[in-house]
C-alpha cells in the first residue's frame, strides 16, 4: 500500500502485522518458543537424569580412572592415601596423645582406619561438589544436560574409591580378629544411606561453589574441624565422659558419625551396641533424606543459572 504526501512524494506504509499487540510471552507461546536453558519442572528433571545415567556412570569411570594418571603407582593410590592418613593417625593420637583409651589394639586399630576411610568418602564428596560447577564450565557451557549429573557422578567417583579401600579394610579388620559374620551385611545399607547424604551434601555445595569459587579455599578447614568433631580418632562417649552429655550427644548424632559408627558396628567385634547413640539406623536414615531431598531441590532451583556470568 502507498499513500501521496502533501509534497508530492510516495510513502509506503506497512500493512499491520498480525503479531501486532501481542507480548513477548505470547509470541513464545504462539510460535513454540521456549527459553534456552529455562529450568524443567522437578520430576522432568528426575526424568532428564535418569535419561543421563549412562553419563553419569561413564564419566564418574572416567574421572576415577584419571585421578591418578600421571602417578608411577597409578590406581594404587586410590588405597594408599587412606591408608597413609590412618597410620599417621594412629602414631599422633592412638601412641602419643592416647585416644585409645577404653578400646584394646585389637579394636581400636580397625576403630581408627574404619574411622579415616568412611570420613573420607564423606569429605571427598563435599570437595569434589564445591567443584563440580565451577572445575567444568567448558563442559556445562558447551552441551546442555541436567546439571545435576555432575555433583551426582562426583559423589558416585568417591563412593567407588571408597569400596576400593574396603578391601584394605577387610584385611585390617580380619588381620585383627574380626572375622566375617552376619552383621557385615549392615555395611550395605550404611553406605547407601551415607551415598545419599554425601550427594546431597555435593549438591548444595556445587550450588555454593558455582556462585562463590573462593569457597574451595574454605572447606579444607571446615571438614578438618569436621573430622575431629566426629569421633574418627577417638570414642565420643569415652573422650568426653567427664564433660556435661550433651556435647557428647550433639557430637554423636551429627551424620559423620553415625555413618562411621554403623559401619565399625557392622564390622568390628569388640565395638558393641553400647557404644552407639538411641536409634542409630532412624537417624541415619532421616539425615539421608533430610540432606539427600533437600539438595537435590536447593541445586535445582538453580539450574538456568549455571554456567551463565
Not at 535419561?51 to 603407582?73: D, E, P, V
Amino acid at each position: 500500500m502507498s499513500d501521496t504526501t502533501h509534497d508530492g512524494a510516495v510513502a509506503l506504509s506497512t500493512p499491520p502485522s498480525v503479531d501486532d499487540g501481542l507480548s513477548p510471552a505470547g509470541l513464545a507461546t504462539k510460535y513454540g518458543l521456549t527459553v534456552s536453558g529455562a529450568r524443567p519442572g522437578l520430576f522432568e528433571y528426575v526424568r532428564q537424569l535418569r535419561g543421563r545415567r549412562h553419563f553419569i556412570m561413564a564419566f564418574s569411570r572416567a574421572k576415577l580412572t584419571a585421578q591418578y594418571s600421571q602417578a608411577k603407582l597409578g590406581q594404587l593410590w586410590q588405597v594408599a592415601t587412606p591408608l597413609l592418613n590412618a597410620a599417621v593417625y594412629f602414631v599422633i593420637f592412638g601412641l602419643i596423645l592416647g585416644t585409645k583409651k577404653g578400646m584394646e589394639p585389637e579394636v581400636f586399630i580397625p576403630f581408627l582406619v574404619t574411622g579415616v576411610f568412611v570420613f573420607t568418602f564423606t569429605q571427598s564428596s563435599v570437595m569434589a561438589g564445591v567443584r563440580a560447577i565451577s572445575g567444568n564450565l567448558g563442559l556445562v557451557r558447551a552441551l546442555h544436560f541436567p546439571r545435576a549429573s555432575l555433583p551426582i557422578s562426583f559423589s558416585l567417583q568417591q563412593l567407588q574409591q571408597l569400596l576400593y579401600s574396603m578391601i584394605v579394610l577387610v584385611a585390617v579388620t580380619v588381620g585383627f580378629g574380626s572375622y566375617p559374620r552376619l552383621s557385615w551385611l549392615l555395611v550395605i545399607p550404611a553406605l547407601v544411606l551415607q551415598f545419599f547424604f554425601n550427594t546431597g551434601l555435593a549438591l548444595i555445595m556445587a550450588r555454593l561453589g558455582a556462585k562463590t569459587p573462593d569457597l574451595a579455599q574454605l572447606m579444607p578447614f571446615v571438614m578438618r574441624t569436621w573430622m575431629y568433631a566426629s569421633g574418627v580418632m577417638f570414642s565420643i562417649p569415652v573422650m568426653l565422659a567427664d564433660k556435661p552429655a550433651w556435647i557428647a550427644d550433639v557430637l554423636q548424632y551429627n551424620p559423620a558419625a553415625i555413618y562411621m559408627d554403623l559401619i565399625r558396628f557392622a564390622m568390628i567385634d569388640g565395638y558393641g551396641s553400647e557404644n552407639l547413640p538411641a536409634h542409630v539406623w532412624v537417624v541415619g536414615l532421616a539425615w539421608a533424606l533430610l540432606v539427600g531431598a533437600a539438595g537435590f531441590v536447593y541445586f535445582w532451583k538453580a539450574e538456568e543459572r549455571y554456567g551463565r556470568g
